[in-house]
């Protein structure tokens, strides 16, 4: 990636929940250390937005690019694995811990390889398996995407 080019890249997403369009046309910037905040009235598509970005929700056009390449279509975990991540908002996760405290909790939970795949769990199965469906798009809205620094 050049020192010029922005840390992520969306480029007129469209993404619909079934027939019906939920975002179009929609683009922005963020330079590395960048702050972005996406504003809009309930319904507008903000969460849809951070869905299609992250992965979890799939574009019907429009491209995704992070430090250079293009991410749509890709699954969150792998998403995930690139360095970014879809925190949840309003349903937290762990409700009396902060984004950041639930961030290095699951930071803290797994110990990666190299390719940064889970090779060893410190938690439970069953913690794992509830981590695993909020990561791959499980019942929780977002507001914040979590960008390397």
Not at 11 to 33: F, H, K, M, N, Q
Request: hydrophobic share 40%; glycine share 10%; aromatic share 6%.
């Amino acid at each position: 990636m050049s020192d010029t080019a922005p840390l992520l890249r969306v480029d007129a997403i469209e993404t619909y929940y079934g027939p019906i369009r939920a975002i179009g046309g929609v683009s922005l910037d963020v330079a590395a250390g960048q702050i972005v905040t996406v504003l809009g009235a309930n319904g507008a598509g903000k969460t849809t937005v951070l869905r299609t970005i992250s992965g979890v929700m799939d574009p019907e056009r429009g491209r995704v690019m992070f430090e250079g390449r293009e991410i749509q279509g890709m699954a969150p975990d792998r998403v995930m694995r690139l360095g970014m991540c879809h925190v949840p908002e309003g349903r937290e996760v762990f409700p009396f811990l902060t984004v950041h405290e639930n961030i290095d909790f699951v930071r803290a939970a797994f110990e990666l390889d190299a390719a940064g795949y889970v090779f060893k769990s410190r938690i439970s199965s069953d913690l794992v398996e509830a981590i695993n469906t909020i990561c791959n798009g499980g019942r929780f809205s977002s507001a914040e995407l979590s960008l390397p620094t």
